[in-house]
């Protein structure tokens, strides 16, 4: 297992490797002069000259490329044209939001649709069925960025129950986790039916009904458990886009995270914060997939020995 896991880190090194060079040469191709963006409108040519050598940004892309990743082994990603912020601190201190949001965002969407899924699969082709699938339809096409502004138009300006954006007690949490969330709910639903309709016909299923075991265990014990690695594979996957792919939640209700802060980094066109944000996300995919195969191991049985067998 041990071994397993270590080799699942090393294969992680030439995925950050390739996903940085693709990022980093994508920004570079953004165009626009650091320069001219750091130093006032009367700066002279010669200014620009010695600020564009200081930065190294007359050197060939690959020393520039090789240059950045130096620094960001040792945590130097650079500082912000804009604030002039470390880039990683100021990641790290926007990242503890993001999970606050996404882990709140991802129990709601559980408790919603894992037991949603298993309902519509027990009760396939009839009305709940239908009503279910109907619930995962409208959440999947429903943008985030219009629900929460229905929230702030209901619970904030109509009925004055929660704050409309910002920090601070969990009536702040409240609005932006239930918009996430309630995307999220939809795409787990689909997949716990699916998992469920799968399992639920396999033989030993229907030799444990034969044997007069509660519909209870039935479902919860021999149905559920040999369903949960398709579902365990939607929630990882779903995790993940949550901690990248918010921006437009935490921008609606001003929640300072991740998200966020890469949308203001862009609008202000701050290089160094958006390459160095989108770097940290794919390594924090990285670690989150690789979260994901371990639990494998303890739903299925089967993967465990696997692991096991290999060292």
């Known amino acids: 297992m041990i071994r397993y896991v270590l080799k699942r880190i090393v294969l992680m090194i030439p995925t950050i490797l390739i996903t940085s060079l693709l990022i980093y040469w994508a920004m570079d191709l953004a165009g626009g002069d650091p320069v001219m963006t750091i130093l006032p409108e009367n700066a002279t040519v010669e200014q620009q000259e010695a ?20 620094g960001l082994v040792t945590g130097d990603m650079g500082e912000s044209y804009v604030t002039d912020r ?5 990641f790290m201190e926007r990242l503890p ?3 606050l949001l996404g882990g709140s965002a991802l129990i ?9 899924g298993i309902w519509t ?6 009305w709940k069925d239908t009503g279910g699938m109907v619930f995962a339809l409208f959440g999947v096409s429903m943008p985030n960025f219009w629900l929460g502004l229905m929230f702030i138009l209901l619970f904030s300006i109509q009925w004055q ?31 716990t039916r699916s998992a469920m309709l799968d399992v639920v ?15 209870k265990r039935v479902i919860y014990y021999h149905a559920m458990k040999n369903a949960m690695i398709p579902i365990v594979t939607a929630v990882g996957m779903q995790f993940s886009l949550v901690m990248t792919g918010s921006a437009l939640a935490e921008t609606v209700f001003s929640w300072p995270g ?34 994901v195969d371990l639990l494998y191991a303890f739903c299925d049985p089967r993967i465990k020995a696997q692991y096991s067998n290999k060292g």
Request: proline residues 5%; positive net charge; glycine residues 8%.
């Open 51 to 70: 600020l564009r050598e200081e930065m190294g940004l007359n050197d060939p892309f690959l020393v520039r490329y090789l240059r950045y990743m130096g």
């Open 86 to 90: 470390d880039v990683f601190l100021t």
């Open 97 to 99: 939001n993001t999970l």
């Open 108 to 116: 709601i969407a559980c408790i919603i649709a894992i037991p949603l």
């Open 121 to 126: 699969a027990l009760n396939q082709n009839t």
């Open 161 to 191: 129950l929660l704050p409309s954006g910002g920090t601070g007690g969990i009536e702040y949490l409240i609005m932006p986790a239930a918009t996430v969330g309630l995307g999220l709910a939809a795409l787990i639903t689909r997949t």
């Open 201 to 215: 016909r396999q033989d030993y299923i229907t030799t444990a009904k034969a044997k007069g075991a509660p519909r």
């Open 258 to 291: 991740i998200g966020r802060l890469v949308f203001e980094s862009i609008a202000a066109r701050d290089i160094p914060m958006v390459t160095g944000s989108i770097i940290l996300c794919c390594v924090l995919m990285s670690i989150i997939n690789l979260a």
